[in-house]
């Protein structure tokens, strides 16, 4: 199947960026009958990711499989924020990982002393073990999965939530409301369920000055920060109009 080919039945199934995905396709394929199934089945809209079995972000190949999230660009902008605050040497703990994504990024750009990930989903662990090699991944709810000997050291905790309200689930595009877990998706009735978990949990965790970082929308940015004051933390709001994208930092006192 020649590129043109390719462009076209993708154009006309959507997708806005075909001639990328084609390219990207055909270089994955190894025989045309591949290279049918690949846009056969993105056609039919699974996630390009998914499909390629690694997504871009930051600057890397993070590796992702099927049924897990998949890392957005707008979440870049949370590992800025998260190098731009990190002390030296920080020890580091990526919550609600996925694919383990944003603990890669702010390790290519800051080494840090110790790196621990967590996530619920078993697939997503697995897939941030690949990603991880040199951090210790942990499967749980959140901080239950962590070893107790964590408490109080953390100086940055990313904590890429779902934080999509569940009424909303439903307007998503279907490669992600139909092909990555819900739990990674659905953040409650107002989208901030999690968020608050958190939260409220973080001044457990944080060492003296260290940072939670949680993406959210612009307009729940103010109910967000308020939640971190209100769980002895003081907020902060980040936002990069380039990326769409905004980040509520939460800091415990030294």
């Known amino acids: 199947m020649a590129i043109p080919d390719v462009v076209s039945r ?3 199934a959507g997708c ?29 809209g699974l ?4 499909l390629l ?19 957005r660009h707008r979440t870049e902008f949370l590992v800025d924020v998260a190098v731009s605050l990190a002390p030296p040497d920080p020890v580091v703990l990526d919550l609600c990982c996925g694919s383990g994504a944003l603990g890669a990024a702010f390790t290519a750009a800051v080494r840090p002393s110790e790196l621990h990930a967590a996530d619920v989903e078993p697939a997503a662990v697995e897939c941030a073990r690949v990603n991880l ?10 901080y239950d999965a962590l070893p107790a000997s964590l408490r109080g050291r953390v100086d940055v905790l990313l904590a890429n939530v779902p934080y999509v309200p569940s009424e909303a689930v439903a307007t998503m ?6 092909h990555e877990p819900l739990v990674a998706l659905d953040g409650g009735a107002d989208g901030l369920d999690l968020a608050r978990r958190v939260a409220a949990g973080a001044p457990r965790w944080l060492a003296p000055g260290g940072t939670v970082l949680i993406e959210s929308s612009e307009r729940q940015a103010p109910v967000l920060s308020r939640i971190l004051a209100a769980a002895g933390l003081t907020p902060g709001v980040h936002e ?3 990326q769409g994208a905004t980040v509520v930092t939460g800091t415990a006192e030294i």
């Open 173 to 178: 595009p279907p490669e992600a409301r139909l």
């Open 16 to 44: 806005v960026f075909a001639e990328d995905e084609a390219d990207l396709l055909v270089a994955a394929a190894s025989t045309p009958a591949e290279l049918d199934s690949l846009v056969e089945r993105r056609v039919a």
């Open 133 to 142: 090699p040199d951090a210790r991944v942990h499967q749980g709810d959140l």
């Open 47 to 50: 996630p390009l990711e998914h």
């Open 10 to 12: 993708l154009r006309a």
């Open 240 to 242: 990069s109009e380039e």
């Open 53 to 71: 079995g690694w997504a871009e972000f930051h600057g890397l190949r993070v590796v992702v499989r099927p049924g897990v999230f998949v890392p």
